[in-house]
């Protein structure tokens, strides 16, 4: 069993919850245990705690974020020790991108980061996906480890092939308890969504006419809850939509999306609503144009990818 060390900033606490979600196949085949701070008793020296569970790990995750980058105590302390034990081949570093942020030039940024081509968790359109596909490159890494050690010696035991672990340390790893979020914590992930949903109709227009010679584009933004849109080529109008902010059809837990720019329509032909399991909050689709997708767990950029298909698509057909 192959022992996982989780350096992160308490910022990122629920993304972190969220991973061990995801790494419970793992750990229910018997190949992992893992360890992070808030594993600490009561009464037990912090920093000692530390340096023995990160002294002693197989693989050190760091879950990386802007918050990450400025702890001193993770940058400084779990970093700089994680880099000297991977450097001496004495354990495995993956660098885990959570959050967008700085990070290729930082003394880890040599390091092949995950999930794939190093895009934060938080950017992917679907968020079990990304970590699914952090999993995955957790579970490469454990056999390569169990590659290099059949062919290295093995490691001094006591009990039967696991190391020795202090009593007050041994503890289920089933910790994560129900978070509960309020309506303004939801508004307010609604609000954030419409405006990364507008900034992203307005940059992908700028960026499809200064790639395609011969399009034309307009982008107003009406007034704080609505904006449309529209593509020409050679001057006739191919591609229009328009967002809102609930409160019409699907009432104010949702984005409503209409296939036209004008922006007194009554009608929507997709909406994405805010809903919340046990750890986070999240946006699904209505599905009246995902075609079967209606029930993923979308971020941000997966609710403005959805609404950009539906908009482009006159262009790509």
Known sequence: ??????????????????????????????????????????????????DSHINTADVILLLVS????????????????????????????IPVILRPCDWHDLSFGKLLATPKDGKPITMWPNIDEAF???AKAIKHALKDLGQTEKRGAQKPSTTGGERDTPSDSIRSSNLRIT?????????KFRHEGFEYIAKFFE?????????????????????????????????????????SLGGGTMGSGSIEYSMTDEPRHGGMNEAVMVKTDDQMIYFEALGMQSFGNSKEKLTFQGAAELFWEIFIRPLQS
Request: glycine letters at 6%.
């Open 132 to 134: 699914l596909d952090v």
């Open 203 to 243: 940059n992908s227009l700028e960026e499809l006419i200064r790639r395609n010679p011969g399009l034309e584009q307009s982008f107003r933004r009406i007034d704080a809850n609505r904006f449309t849109a529209a593509a020409y080529r050679n001057g006739e109008k191919v591609c229009r939509g328009s967002a």
């Open 1 to 50: 069993m192959a022992t996982l060390f989780f350096s992160y900033s308490h910022v990122d606490e629920s993304l972190r919850d969220q991973l061990e979600t995801h790494l419970s196949s793992l750990r229910r085949q018997g190949l992992i245990s893992s360890w992070h701070d808030r594993r600490i008793t009561a009464g037990e020296d912090f920093g000692k705690a530390i």
């Open 179 to 187: 978070k509960q979020f309020t309506d303004l914590d939801k508004d």
């Open 66 to 93: 802007p918050d990450f980058i400025a702890s001193d105590y993770c940058y400084e302390r779990e970093m700089k020790r994680a880099l000297e034990r991977h450097q001496h081949g004495e354990a495995r570093v």
